[in-house]
């Protein structure tokens, strides 16, 4: 079998496992699981997807961002835009509609949500031409902060009323789903020529320029990727919960950092842990009321001292090591 | 014209407690090239100090005095001095060697912890900061009205600019502090006590900003835990405008901040108050990359 045809077949193959895998997984979540629990697996998993793709930016690529919350928030609302607005005009109301049939909008309402979001992130990643560190950071707080207000003052998308009558869509089967192509996306990426010119910028960005990669491209296009992904994340979200501008202040994006960091900057199955146990953390600690985040905040502190590297460093997260007899070095992949 | 006045005095009154906050930021951020989060929140404790000092003291009586007022200011800068000093201690300095995110997200620990012992010990709903000094309008020219308190603000705020601005020009402290924030490894090289100079940082920016949260219970008398956060961005946002690290830099941010957000919310429309800071922030930043007075340093390679 010719080469290409043979992984255009994985693909598909690993498509398939994870869309059954997720389907299965929301089966038996429906089944087994009560609501509430359910729908901290829903939030973990959007959470999953944005950490995933902010680390692509600050930990693979080393620039740093502050502004994912905005690029959620675009995702967001053009999607639940497209699915209240379009959907009924272009597919019609469809009273009873079967899940398969509303499958279709909803993905298009996702994927328009992350190519609108990819498109801010070619903005926001164009000032990283001429800025660095701290400057591009507070450039992308900045930006994140006017998309807010922005939506704030559009009344079709609900303005400060937040915006109702958007149909419960995402359920953990999509979520799971997502996150999975998300992982499985980004790893593939940061294992490829690309992924090692970002690690390049990340390692020394004057030595990459100097030896031929072109840095200003590849940072823009981490900017986009990493939008793209936040924004179906939005999409997600918004056709889940109540969607309110509130959702995606500048204290999101530092909620997605912190996942980031403490799971270890660059480390792909470290921010899908620290995801989890950020969004879980508030959750466990609920028996202590009014102390859990007195308690959440001091844990952070006392984290990042003991533990500044993140919990699991640059290390990966592999079966084939913790089943393997003889443990090879770990490489240090991403 | 004369609502432009209007609006220009409103601004300045509000800049200049952006101005105070933005020099804690920038004083910390030239010497240890950290976003110190935790700012504005030590503005809110600045306040809530102030707050509570007055109602021991009983200095927001009918008939408030002006010594009452001066020492609940100074007392509330100094417990948010020793506030400052504690964060850098316990928090700033065991990972000052462990990369900068790793402080950051430090700093946004604190920033947290400081937010959530606020609504804990002080309650979540707003309290109502007592008159300090008796209001008074005072008409500056026809159809321009500034309130004694907005004064009071813009004064106490040049003196400190001007107080820190000697401290740091004039004397051996002020000259170390710019050697550490120059080259820290070569000023301690040098001889300077690099920790201690840190640690006056800390206590000089936290006691401006305690300033700043008094100054602002004057001017608008609802204070509450997260009253910090906000004002906290926006002031970081007005350090870096001016050019992070420098102290002329901050005053003038913070001023352009002020006056351009209540030239939006009296031409345009309040809704649009929280992005204009922004807009600013970015095109300045595509013009000039290091800030208005920032120096662009060429990187080494």
Redesign the interface.
């Known amino acids: 079998m010719p080469r290409k045809s043979k992984s255009t077949l994985r693909a598909l193959a690993v498509t398939l496992v994870i869309v059954a895998g997720a389907w299965a997984l929301n089966a038996a979540g429906t089944a087994y699981l009560n609501p509430y629990v359910y729908r901290i697996l829903v939030l973990c998993g959007i959470n999953v997807i944005l950490a995933l793709s902010l680390n692509l930016v600050?930990g693979v690529t080393g620039q740093?961002s502050i502004g994912h919350a905005g690029f959620m928030a675009v995702g967001a609302y053009v999607s639940a835009a497209f699915t209240v607005y379009a959907t009924p005009r272009f597919f019609g109301v469809m009273p009873g509609a079967s899940a398969l049939s509303s499958a279709l909008p909803f993905v298009i309402a996702l994927l328009l949500g992350g190519v609108v979001a990819g498109v801010a992130g070619f903005l926001v990643g164009l000032?990283s031409m001429?800025?660095r560190g701290?400057?591009l950071?507070?450039?992308t707080?900045?930006?994140g902060?006017?998309i807010r207000?922005?939506i704030?003052?559009i009344d079709a998308v609900g303005g400060?009323r937040g915006f109702a009558g958007i149909p419960q869509r995402t359920d953990l089967a999509w979520v799971a789903a997502v996150a999975a192509l998300t992982f499985v996306f980004l790893r593939n990426l940061i294992r490829s020529y690309h992924g090692r010119a970002l690690l390049a910028i990340r390692e020394d960005e004057?030595a990459a320029e100097a030896l031929g990669v072109p840095t200003t491209r590849y940072k823009v296009s981490a900017f986009v990727i990493a939008a793209f992904c936040a924004g179906v994340a939005g999409g997600l979200f918004s056709h889940y919960t109540y969607l309110h501008t509130n959702s995606f202040t500048?204290?999101k994006s530092?909620e997605v950092?912190?996942m980031v960091?403490?799971g270890g900057?660059g480390s792909l199955t470290g921010s899908v842990l620290g995801a989890f146990i950020l969004t879980a953390l508030p959750e466990v600690l609920r028996f202590a009321s009014?102390?859990r985040?007195?308690i959440?905040?001091?844990l952070?502190?006392v984290l990042?001292?003991a533990r500044?590297?993140g919990l699991l460093g640059r290390w990966e997260f592999s079966w084939r090591r913790l089943f393997s007899r003889r443990p090879k070095a770990p490489t240090e992949v991403a | 014209m004369q609502e432009l006045f209007q609006q220009l005095a409103n601004g300045i009154a509000w800049g200049s407690i952006y101005a105070l906050i933005a020099l804690g930021y920038t004083m910390v951020?030239g010497i240890l090239?950290l976003?110190n989060f935790a700012h504005g929140d030590i503005y809110m404790v600045g306040a809530f100090a102030a707050y509570y000092l007055a109602r021991l003291l009983h200095a927001g009586g009918p008939e408030p005095s002006p010594i009452l007022a001066a020492v609940v200011l100074l007392g509330s800068m100094a417990i948010c001095a020793g506030l400052g000093v504690a964060i850098e201690y316990f928090?700033y300095r065991?990972?000052r060697k462990?990369?900068r995110?790793?402080a950051l997200?430090?700093a946004?620990?604190?920033s947290?912890?400081l937010e959530?012992?606020g609504?804990?010990i002080f309650g979540a709903d707003p309290k109502f900061f007592p008159q300090l000094v008796a209001p008074r309008t005072i008409t500056l020219m026809e159809g321009v009205i500034v309130t004694n308190h907005q004064i009071t603000v813009v004064i106490i705020s040049i003196v400190l600019m001007v107080a820190l601005t000697l401290f740091v020009q004039r004397t051996r402290t002020g000259k170390a502090m710019r050697a550490v924030a120059f080259n820290r490894d070569a000023a301690s090289l040098m001889g300077i006590p690099v920790n201690r100079i840190i640690t006056i940082t800390f206590a000089i920016g936290s006691a401006l900003a305690a300033a700043a949260g008094v100054l602002v219970g004057l001017t608008n008398p609802k204070i509450e835990p997260l009253m910090g956060?906000m004002p906290g961005?926006k002031a970081?946002?007005a350090a870096?405008l001016g050019g992070?690290g420098s102290i002329p830099g901050a005053v003038i941010g913070g001023l352009v901040m002020g006056v351009s957000e209540y030239l939006v919310v009296g031409y345009i429309?309040s809704?649009?108050r929280?992005?204009i800071?922004?807009?600013i922030?970015?095109l300045v930043?595509?013009l000039k990359?290091?800030?208005l007075l920032g120096r662009n340093v060429a990187?080494k390679?």
């Open positions: 600050n740093f000032p001429r800025l701290d400057y950071a507070i450039v707080l900045g930006f902060e006017i207000v922005a704030l003052n400060a004057i500048f204290m530092i950092i912190v960091v403490l900057m009014s102390e985040l007195i959440y905040s001091l952070l502190i990042m001292i500044p590297q | 951020y090239r976003i928090a065991p990972v462990s990369g995110l790793t997200i430090t946004i620990g604190v947290l912890l959530n012992l609504i804990r956060i961005v970081f946002v870096v992070i429309s809704t649009y929280d992005a800071a922004f807009i922030l970015i930043l595509l990359p290091a800030g990187e390679v």
